[in-house]
């Protein structure tokens, strides 16, 4: 902190002299021709020891020699003491005007411009607590997003504007945030909850992220008026989108019941600078945490309505072409896509994901066959490969396509499960990208993609929740194995050794939709019948979505049947034989009643799941 003080100093002290463009420059830092006098400090300052600069060997030995660290603090001290007679004040002013209004010659001012990044840093470190302090973040803000700002005369009132659209910030004298407004072209100022929230938190970098997000909004090719006709056929999907949702909605119709079952999903509608959003998927656990605390407000999976630049000329609708009556087959209908209610623009709607996405091949064809539009900087990889990474927040990254497929799943009342991942090959079509947006062009066309993601976000919760971040056994405990493999389309198989046998079996589940699963158990025919019929098990994971319970489900209902085939047993060899056996019916009341003492545990573990299941 000490050396940008230094150089902040020393740019107050020559500010009088800086209307030579050679003075600006070395103020600023630019490589030049030294003066003379300049060169006699450098050649004087060179003499000064400097810790570290022969490598980190010969800074430490200077760190440790007293006399070279007191040159040091000396040199540091005659700096301080050089400069400490002008103001902060006259220094911000004067870094203000170099960043305003840049000498003819000098360099540019951009983003990574080192002088941002050390203001960029000077603002993080401060907190923005006086009107100044709050001035001065916003208007870095503007600068590092591309937009301008400019003060009200009683320094009360921020604007950030740009070509497009324009932001009000309003401030007390000490600071606080009163209101925030958003307006766009042909369009009144709105007060946005969700940006005033963000400031009074200070939490400016999610504030920066939507200022990107507005600017992105009119990143495309054309004066303003088309980016203005661009804007306008945003609203007119944004208000297509919500009638649709409007028109499969009915009075019991729940949150919930919307979000799963929806055909448009749970549309929230864009407020301020927080676009139109999605949400189409909840978890098991989501529901029931839903249902356990009403009005939490999970969040679900959700995708965002926008629009962007396209490559191509497409057809946009620039008025609502949504229609109150709905044709035959339930679907609502639309108006046609005549010259008066629609224009060629060089963009394209968007459903945009928080985080890219895995999409299976087959389902990415079959979404550019609703849309019409092909999905750009698609990298195909294995489908499997992509869900673990996606399940570990890309932390993974890697390490699966090298060797590590192997992952610790730790569940109550049951042995530790190992899922080993299976890639697959090519020639099963099991391969897919990470999807970032998938874009459409008319509003019809989204009913069909959150239907197609539906059924994906399906298939990648069942594989992900095979996947942990334990890739080892470190308490070496017991251990069942299990192996994940992908079948053709969305179907994929779970194999295990039999719980009686020494033979394989395999559990094969059919993700035929996001409402629908199908599963079947196949063992050998010398090994024991498992008291498990397909339709338990397609019960169980539909109702949990997770496959190590289904495998512990599978598990106890085995040793279930072993319990009980040794209790047969017992009672058989006491018909023959009773005085034999008395003893061994006073062991088995003693196991009996360990087992009873352990299966009323097991039904506290179960009542949990068992909330889950009844979903």
Known sequence: MGHSCCCCKYLGERGPRLANSLEMQRALGTQLLPSPQERRERESLRSWPQPGSRGSEAGAQDAADPVKFISTNALMDKLHLKYAQKTWIETLKLVRLCMDKPPRGSIRITPHHPLLSCLEKIQRTLNAKSLSTVMSRLEFLSKQRGLKSHI????????????????????????????????????????????????????????????????????????????????LALQSLEKDLYSMSLLYRTQDVNRVTEVLHGKAGHVVPRTGGTPMNIEYYLSPYQVLEEELNPGSQVCGIKVFVTVGSSNTTH???????????????????????TDELSMDLSACFFLMFHQPFPVSSSNIQEIQKFTGVLIDGLKLASLHALIVQFTLNDEYKEDLSMNNSCFFVSLPDCPKHSYFINKGTEKLGTTGALVSKIPFTHPKCVPAIIEILRHQVTYNTLIGSCVSENTTNKDCSEV?????????????????????????????ADVLSSRQIRCSLHTNPQDVTLNCCNDFITRVMERCMSVPLVMRAIFKNAVTMKIDGEIQNMEAISEQNPEVTCKQTASSNSTGANLSGTSMQNSGMEASSSRVCDL
């Not at 604007?159 to 369009?187: C, N, R, W």
């Not at 008025?319 to 035959?328: E, N």
């Not at 493999?485 to 094969?508: E, R």
């Open 152 to 231: 009200s005369l009683n320094g009360t009132v921020c604007y950030l504007t740009s070509d497009m659209f324009y932001v009000e910030v309003q401030l007390e004298k000490d600071g606080k945030v009163i209101d925030v407004k958003l307006a766009h072209p042909g369009e009144a100022p709105v007060v946005c909850d969700d940006l005033v929230q963000l400031l009074r938190m200070k939490n400016y970098d999610a504030f920066g992220k939507i200022l990107e997000g507005l600017l992105n909004l009119y990143q495309i090719p054309g004066n303003s008026d088309m980016k203005a006709k661009v804007y």
């Open 315 to 337: 057809k946009l609708p620039i008025s609502p072409l949504i229609v109150d009556s709905q044709a035959g087959d339930g679907n609502p209908a639309f108006l046609p896509l």
């Open 480 to 508: 069942l194995y299990f192996e994940v493999s992908p079948q053709k389309g969305t179907s994929f198989s779970i194999s295990f050794q039999h719980p009686m046998g020494d033979s394989l079996a395999c559990v094969v």
